[in-house]
């Protein structure tokens, strides 16, 4: 009789409860348009039949993608065109899965900057900024009568690399990072009419002593005697890289081609003296806003700060967007300019005391194992440059993703360098290799390149669906490699090798289980934006 009573108490007990769910469901249904109460005969919603690859667990699967990344990434170093003198480390998260010759010293062109990027982000940090700035004498300021300012005005350079005109900023056919040194002769225009001043007896005078002077370029420079030249002359003559200068307006060109495409950039013409003619610059656009300047824009070194007071400030984009101009465009003359920066900070600004500098910061602050390594430049030009492919992605592990230093990285398909470098990640491309096409766009591989006549190279990260970071980093030595062309077999390859992880099924697998369709989505038809 006990059980009797036990069963009817919860048959009723069951009662109440699917009458309570069903009233709560009608309650809802009346308070929410969006319950669906009726629909058609449900679609196929599993895509992924039960004896497919796709379903294995990942205890089972995870050594099998281990392996097919390590045949991938080893068929990188494999294939033809990697000559014998290639390295290659490919790491996932902290775990090595492919060290081929990754601690032998490399030319590495290009991926310097990454280095160059690391040791000024940690030296000057993400946030900090360049002051460009304008000043006059106290005295002369004070004493200005009938409208007239007697003396000079001074133009100080702070080094910033990206200090530009529009006309400059202009020519790039992406936005680019860049200080508007419009605004120094804006804001200098204004303090001075409201001073009631509207004629400078005197002239722009440009200070561009906190560089060297005489380090315009490294054609001539060598790292020891009997050495062939840092640089070779062509990388001058042929506008790879600007003048160098604390007070460098437009990369240091006083003409430039209205595209600035790599085509046009052999038309640029340098500034024999950057700091005059930035200096010649300002006066012109301070005489357009309303205020005469009477002399002639020239160069020399500023009173003491203690004898002057400020007529305009402009300040640059923070370093981590510098830096992020400089990494994805591969921008040579920031690259050296960030250098300058790391060597005035730590000690001087000359290259061989920066150069130095940068070795020791990442010894002694990034803690990166340096012996046998060889800075020579800070852009990657120079070809007496040496690293190795683990230093790159031990730099790029510290960083990791979300870091200023990766997100600073050309994105593949996207922007900077490798923008017309899809790598065959379209999935309308996927040839059932193991590379899984439907998530392929997903996927945002982020990595520098580096290419000189003899030098092909490539370092980056990307974060796989499952959460793996991929880090690597790729650098080929060979007589005449530049005919592999720009996003040549060997960085497509590898690029495909890291945005494939994890791998799906294979062309076999797909062949026998192929996903069904989905039923289409259709969306509610849009109003007109006329409202008929």
């Known amino acids: 009789m006990r059980r009797i009573l036990v069963s009817i108490l919860l048959a009723a007990l069951a009662t109440t409860a699917v009458g309570s769910y069903v009233q709560a469901r009608r309650t809802d249904a009346s308070s929410d348009p969006g319950w669906i109460t009726e629909t058609d005969p449900p679609g196929m919603v599993v895509t992924t039949p039960m004896l497919s690859v796709r379903r294995t667990p990942g205890w089972v699967s995870a050594p099998v993608t281990r392996t097919r990344l390590l045949e991938r990434l080893s068929g990188v170093v494999e294939q033809p065109s990697a000559p014998p003198q290639t390295c290659l480390a490919a790491y996932r998260g902290a775990e090595p899965v492919v060290t081929e ?294 730099l790029l592990l510290q960083a990791g993703p979300g870091s200023p230093l990766v997100e600073g990285l050309a994105v593949v398909g996207e922007s900077g360098t490798l923008r017309d470098c899809d790598a065959g990640l379209d999935p309308a491309t996927a040839d059932g290799t193991g590379f899984d096409g439907q998530d392929s766009l997903s996927r945002t591989v982020r990595a520098k390149t580096g290419t000189l006549n003899d030098v092909s190279a490539l370092a980056g990260v990307t974060v796989a669906r499952n959460g793996d970071v991929l880090t690597f980093a790729l650098i080929a030595n060979r007589e005449g490699i530049i005919n592999l062309g720009l996003c040549n077999s060997l960085q497509r390859s590898l690029i495909a090798a890291a945005a494939g992880h994890p791998y799906g099924p294979s062309s076999a697998d797909v062949a026998l289980h192929p996903a069904p369709a989905r039923r289409p989505v259709v969306a509610p038809t849009a109003e007109p934006a006329d409202g008929r």
């Open 101 to 394: 010759r990754a601690d032998e010293l490399m030319v590495p062109a290009s991926l310097m900057k990454i280095v160059t990027a690391a040791a000024i982000l940690e030296i000057a940090g993400p946030k900090a900024t360049y002051t460009t700035e304008l000043l006059v004498r106290a005295d002369a300021l004070s004493t200005a009568a009938d409208g007239v300012l007697a003396g000079d005005v001074y133009l100080m350079g702070g080094g910033d690399p990206v200090l530009s005109t529009l006309a400059y900023v202009r020519r790039f056919d992406q936005p680019i990072v860049h200080t508007d040194f419009t605004e120094l002769a804006v804001e200098a225009a204004a303090a001075l009419r409201e001073q009631g001043i509207l004629t400078i007896e005197g002239g722009v005078v440009a200070d561009e002593s906190r560089f060297p002077e005489a380090e315009r370029d490294y054609a001539t420079q060598v790292l020891d005697p009997g050495a062939s030249p840092v640089w070779k002359r062509s990388y001058v003559n042929n506008n790879q890289v600007g003048p160098l200068s604390a007070l460098l307006l437009n990369d240091g060109y006083v003409s430039f081609p209205p595209s600035a495409d790599f085509a046009g950039r052999g038309q640029n013409v340098r500034a024999q003296d950057p700091a005059l003619h930035a200096a010649q610059a300002l006066d012109g656009l301070i005489e357009a806003r309303g205020v005469g300047v009477s002399s002639d824009a020239a160069k020399g070194i500023a009173p003491p700060l203690s004898e002057l007071r400020s007529l305009a400030t402009v300040e640059s984009p923070p370093m981590e967007e510098i830096v992020g101009r400089m990494l994805r465009n591969s921008d040579n003359t920031t690259a050296e300019m960030l250098l300058k920066e790391i060597g005035r900070r730590l000690s001087g600004s000359a290259r061989a005391e920066a150069v130095q500098g940068v070795q020791d910061v990442l010894e002694r602050l990034l803690g990166v194992q340096t012996a046998g390594i060889v800075i020579a430049d800070g852009s990657g030009l120079s070809i007496h440059n040496r690293l190795t492919c683990d230093l790159l992605v031990e």
